[in-house]
């Protein structure tokens, strides 16, 4: 995927700066034959465009920020169970709200699968998920596939 900005989050990130990039509701182009931008017509999928740029310069962690604490495998039932760490593979094989998770989940999969990570957690709490009290770490490889909120060591809580 090519991103117009790309070369300018690349140096602003070498320059050690915090980039915050791909907000929802953009505007997509494409680049003509004569190497112009042209707005085009498109939805984009701000969680799918963010983890595509992350692949695209190698970066080591995705953060989307969400309501949610955690993310949770059968959300609002009986059955809830949050996630504090899964792997790729595991949480692939999880089904979320299309419209709600899905995506997050689609786009932290394809950091993972790229060698990086993703946090996903709660907007008010960006320093609780820096720090794993808070919030869901993908990964590219884990043993246990999944550890649980409720498994996880307490000094991460």
Same mark, same amino acid.
């Given at each position: 995927?090519?991103? #117009?900005?790309?070369? &300018?989050?690349?140096?602003?990130?070498?320059?050690?700066?915090? #980039?915050?990039? %791909?907000?929802?509701?953009?505007?997509?182009?494409?680049?003509?034959?004569?190497?112009?931008?042209?707005?085009?017509? $498109?939805?984009?999928?701000?969680?799918?465009?963010?983890?595509?740029? =992350?692949?695209?310069?190698?970066?080591?962690?995705?953060?989307?920020?969400?309501?949610?604490?955690?993310?949770?495998?059968?959300?609002?039932?009986?059955? &809830?169970?949050?996630?504090?760490?899964?792997?790729?593979?595991?949480?692939?094989?999880?089904?979320?709200?299309?419209?709600?998770?899905?995506?997050?989940?689609?786009? #932290?999969? +394809?950091? $993972?699968?790229?060698?990086?990570? =993703?946090?996903?957690?709660?907007?008010?709490?960006?320093?609780?998920?820096?720090? +794993?009290? %808070?919030?869901?770490?993908?990964?590219?490889?884990? #043993?246990?596939?999944?550890?649980?909120?409720? &498994?996880?060591?307490?000094?991460?809580?």
């Amino acid at each position: 995927m090519d991103h #117009a900005e790309e070369g &300018q989050i690349r140096r602003l990130l070498e320059d050690g700066t915090l #980039a915050v990039c %791909v907000g929802g509701g953009g505007v997509p182009v494409r680049t003509d034959a004569k190497g112009r931008h042209i707005g085009v017509q $498109a939805v984009v999928d701000k969680d799918l465009a963010s983890a595509a740029l =992350a692949a695209d310069i190698q970066a080591d962690t995705l953060i989307m920020l969400t309501d949610g604490d955690y993310v949770s495998e059968d959300w609002g039932t009986p059955e &809830q169970r949050d996630i504090h760490t899964a792997s790729a593979d595991a949480v692939a094989g999880m089904a979320f709200a299309e419209g709600s998770m899905q995506p997050k989940i689609d786009a #932290a999969i +394809r950091v $993972a699968r790229a060698g990086g990570r =993703a946090l996903i957690g709660p907007l008010d709490r960006l320093d609780d998920l820096l720090a +794993r009290r %808070v919030g869901t770490e993908i990964v590219p490889e884990l #043993a246990e596939g999944v550890i649980w909120v409720d &498994q996880a060591p307490a000094k991460k809580r």
